[in-house]
């Protein structure tokens, strides 16, 4: 098939998932043409069979706010028209999907029939999506899409509870690639970070509210207050970044404490790590936590979202209550102070993490695609 496939092109979930999906599909041999305002970050990869089309955007002065939407909208028309797409899938719903509502109905006028899918992924839904400001567009978006697939039953329900959906949503979870998320012989790195052999704990994120970055720290301060030798991990930045460095030097650990910022080889951090950090004050999925456990890390999360569809309690880590600090922190110390307990963690996270099998998931994507094109067209 040809395959638009429209993400934003940041370190946020919603677009490594576009983009895997696209090396994915691409290895089956679909031609994949990408979508974006800037080329995704996780596009780095020479593939033939994926074409990545930049969004211009010109700016003219009377547009103190150039129309992104539209500029998208015909992007899309070009490529319907020129590579003869044979399906939209937009991820994030705003204005992805509205976007494309608008390039489909252009291509109809011409008798051209293109069927949208929407993925929702999380804020789209939960946060902008429902702020008032988006909402009805939002809601008529999603409605209007030919299939609207969701990373998790949670997000499945909440979408339902927060619009006026009146389309099935199809859950299609995230997915990992099991080769390249997995515990690799990195002695070298740990001996360098922790020449004392230290336990590892890692947190991965871009650093926004939402993840309370602060809430690692104060829990990795409780570990070292246990008397346990341990190095915490920081991977990605983002708006809280500063506020973090700030508590570090409060509470002085910060000779425990390494900011990494952002790194695309993310699985070679997780080859040393002993335990991961997901706090986070909504997740709908948490894919940070499953790259995680496909490299056999246990994890500590926060119970809410899509979280407990991932992280299985008692058994690839633990899960709390959002503000339960103490009983992260306790988790956290009894994980890396009973090595019998960390050792069947770990083989679970992994067992679990095949479950998200990238080959296993994206046959769940291409069997839609095909249902929601056969649709379409019968009744064109
Ligand atoms: O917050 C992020 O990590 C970015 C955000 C996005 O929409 O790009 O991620 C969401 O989508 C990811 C991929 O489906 C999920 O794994 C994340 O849980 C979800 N983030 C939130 O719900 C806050």
Known sequence: ???GIV????FGGSGVVATELAKVLASKGHKIHMMSYAKPARLETLDSNIFYHEVAINAYPLFEYPPYALALASQMVNLIEYENLDLLHVHYALPHATSAYLAKQIMAEKGIH?????T????DITLVGSDPSYKHVVEFSINKSDGVTAVSDYLRRETCERFDIKTDIKVIPN???LERFQKSNKSHFKRAICPDGEKVV???????KVKRVPEVVTIFDRILKHGIAAKLLLVGDGPERQRTEQQCRDLGICDHVRFLGKLDQVEEVLSIADLFLIPSGSETFGLAALEAMSCSVPVISSNIG????????GETGFLCDLDDIDCMADNAVEILTNPELHSRMSKNARKRAE???????VNQYEDYYKEVRKELLSVN
């Open 7 to 10: 993400c934003y092109p940041t």
């Open 175 to 177: 997915f990992i690639d």
């Open 355 to 361: 479950l998200f099998n990238q080959n296993l998931v």
């Open 202 to 208: 890692v947190h991965v994120s871009n650093f926004r």
């Open 114 to 118: 293109v069927p949208v899918v929407t």
């Open 120 to 123: 929702l992924h999380g804020t």
């Open 306 to 313: 899509g979280l407990p569809e991932v992280n299985v309690q």
């Open 1 to 3: 098939m040809n395959i």
